[in-house]
């Protein structure tokens, strides 16, 4: 459709014009779903050659609630994670690709630092698992076999070995997968192993997710201070995990919380804190 609407501008206005807009290598305009923790979310059309920080920080309006740029992930659900180092690279077909990235299907999704790189990288590793169609075995098994690492690490039960046997299967999937599908979908988890390592090693030698979004490796704690003791939480929580009263004040119970989050969703004091557990 986004060819369709260039070619018919080309025929109208010459391709001599069309060359004045974005890069020498990649002429023309980007259409994105910019997305994720931003203040103005939308679709937007920028010239190639913007950089991912005018478009975050410019169009975007920067961070939600102001908290710190974590990554972005260009290129919807096989698209890799770039972080803040490359805030100012610009957006075009050949800088994303050299970073491990592609413009893809226009995604363009902004995470801060609440988010959890590896349970990133298996929201979207998840996506393309369940769309590989099943005919070619590295598609169809390899992510299989990815996901499950990737869970194994997210909830607390990954091994040293896991972070070299996701990069052999992901360049397994990526060069011998039959269409674009599988060859792509192994970026988001090469892509945040290559520039978030740091935080796959914590999840498996100390159990340790600083986002504090893994289940097990954070606690939710009420700030009483806060609390006007409306028991929503209590009432929406399908675990029992809330103890307490509206006369008593209320609790959360770490032994039998889930980590469902809806608590957190629907207090209305935003009276809930979310601590990593060491
Ligand atoms: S996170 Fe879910 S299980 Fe835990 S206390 Fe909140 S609502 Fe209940
Ligand atoms: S929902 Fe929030 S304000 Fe209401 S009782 Fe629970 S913690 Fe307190």
Not at 9 to 14: A, E, S, T, V
Request: charged share 20%.
């Amino acid at each position: 459709m986004k060819t369709w609407a260039a070619v018919s501008w080309i025929l109208q206005h010459g391709s001599a014009k069309f060359r004045t807009i974005g890069t020498e290598d990649s002429p023309g305009t980007a259409i994105f779903s910019l997305t994720g923790n931003v203040k103005n979310a939308g679709l937007i059309e920028v010239a190639m050659g913007t950089t991912l920080r005018e478009v975050i920080y410019g169009i975007g309006g920067g961070i939600s609630k102001d908290r710190a740029f974590k990554a972005v992930q260009t290129g919807g659900p096989s698209g890799g994670c770039l972080p803040a180092q490359f805030l100012d690279t610009p957006v075009d077909y050949k800088t994303l690709s050299e970073l491990g990235s592609i413009m893809g299907s226009g995604g363009m999704v902004v995470i801060d630092d609440t988010t959890c790189i590896v349970d990133f990288s298996k929201f979207f590793l998840q996506f393309t698992q369940q769309e590989s169609c099943g005919k070619c075995v590295p598609c169809r098994e390899g992510t299989l076999r990815m996901l499950e690492i990737l869970e194994r690490i997210t909830t607390g039960k990954g091994k040293m070995s896991d972070i070299d046997d996701l990069l052999l299967l992901a360049e397994t999937v990526g060069s011998t997968s039959l269409c674009g599908l599988g060859t792509t979908a192994p970026n988001p988890v090469v892509s945040t192993l290559r520039y978030f390592r740091d935080e796959y090693i914590q999840h498996i030698s100390n159990r340790y997710c600083s986002a504090g979004s893994c289940v097990g490796m954070f606690e939710l704690v009420i700030d009483h201070n806060k609390c006007n003791n409306c028991s929503r939480c209590q009432r929406g929580c399908s675990f029992d995990a809330i103890s307490g009263s509206r006369d008593e004040g209320f609790l959360i119970l770490t032994e039998s919380c889930e980590g469902c989050r809806v608590c957190l969703e629907t207090c209305p004091q935003n009276a809930i804190e979310v601590f990593p557990v060491k």
